[in-house]
């Protein structure tokens, strides 16, 4: 495989609520976001998501104080609530943040309900995290980067609540979903055991127990994260709550049949859309 990735970094990440609003003031209130635009879905962007039957719905596209935009909220009240630590499917949210102490202190009193408290990782005392379950049952780890990782090429924040640097999936194949992003990137993955303590918490395991994990390293200093948990269940049928679709730049050609989106966060971008081992959606963004 060569050596440069052909994906990275996230270009956007799209979370459906039941109430697009309260989720937006949720973010823009606690986590330091900011509404970019907002507006009904249009068909092409419903399509790049994989959700083209939630074309007309409203949604809004949120940016960072440094002006980034990453995180689009989009309304359907007939969502069906999933637990992503207990479903296959996009499990989490790992965003960029600069204080993770400060940032557990401020989020005392919000939506945001605090799963574990700020610790540092297994992986190394580099990465302080906590995590926390959002309006919409989404899952975020919210984690500071302090100083180098090696193997990991991880970003520098730039803002208080920053950006999705990696994407965590769950899965019944680590190997099988593996392949396919590593097919899709150019690039081997690195596979290991560790804790997931807020799975372990949430499942009733023990807190040292290890899972399977491989990551994926994207360009532009992000990541795709692969959990493979024993005793999982797969997602709800239907449009479910929470984190729905990630889509990421894409370095490599541009396949035949894909779209172009004429608005919205993916303006002017071709697109494809795809749907992974794990059940999740995925949209790759061609420059």
């Known amino acids: 495989m060569p050596d440069i990735p052909q994906l990275g970094p996230v270009a956007l990440c799209t979370l459906i609520a039941r109430d697009g609003q309260a989720m937006v003031d949720a973010y823009t209130g606690w986590l330091y976001q900011r509404v970019s635009s907002s507006g009904p879905m249009d068909a092409d ?12 719905n409203r949604q809004w596209l949120l940016a960072n104080e440094s002006g980034r935009q990453w995180l689009q909220i ?7 609530t999933r637990d ?8 989490a949210l790992e965003v960029l ?11 005392e009193q919000s939506p945001f309900e605090i799963l574990r408290p700020p ?32 193997p990991f090429d991880l970003p520098v924040c730039t803002a208080p609540v920053d950006h999705l640097f990696i994407a965590v999936l769950s899965t019944p194949s680590r190997e099988q979903s593996l392949a396919q992003y590593a097919a899709i ?12 303590t807020v799975v372990n918490q949430a499942r009733g395991f023990d807190l040292d127990r290890r899972h399977p994990v491989a990551t994926l390293q994207l360009a532009g200093q ?12 797969p997602a709800p049928a239907g449009i479910n709550s929470g984190m729905a679709c990630v889509a990421f730049h894409c370095s490599g ?3 035949a049949g894909t779209g172009r989106a004429s608005q919205g966060a993916l303006g002017g971008k071709l697109f494809s859309s795809h749907e992974g081992c794990a059940g999740e959606h995925f949209t790759l963004v061609y420059s």
């Not at 962007?45 to 007309?56: D, F, N």
């Not at 989009?74 to 069906?80: G, K």
């Not at 540092?120 to 980067?145: C, M």
């Open 222 to 233: 992000s990541l795709v994260e692969i959990d493979q948990i024993a005793e999982t269940e």
């Open 45 to 56: 962007s419903a399509a790049a998501l994989g959700y083209p039957q939630l074309e007309g």
């Open 74 to 80: 989009l309304e359907f009240e007939e969502a069906v």
């Open 253 to 255: 050609p541009a396949p």
């Open 119 to 150: 610790a540092d990782l297994d992986v190394s005392d580099k990465i302080r995290a906590f995590q926390v379950r959002g309006p919409a049952g989404e899952i975020l780890y919210l984690t500071q980067v302090s100083g180098e990782v090696p």
């Open 185 to 196: 990137n150019g690039t081997a993955g690195l596979s290991f055991d560790t804790k997931i």
């Open 97 to 107: 943040v600069a204080d993770a102490d400060g940032l557990a202190e401020h989020l």
């Open 84 to 91: 992503s630590l207990n479903s296959f499917g996009w499990m």
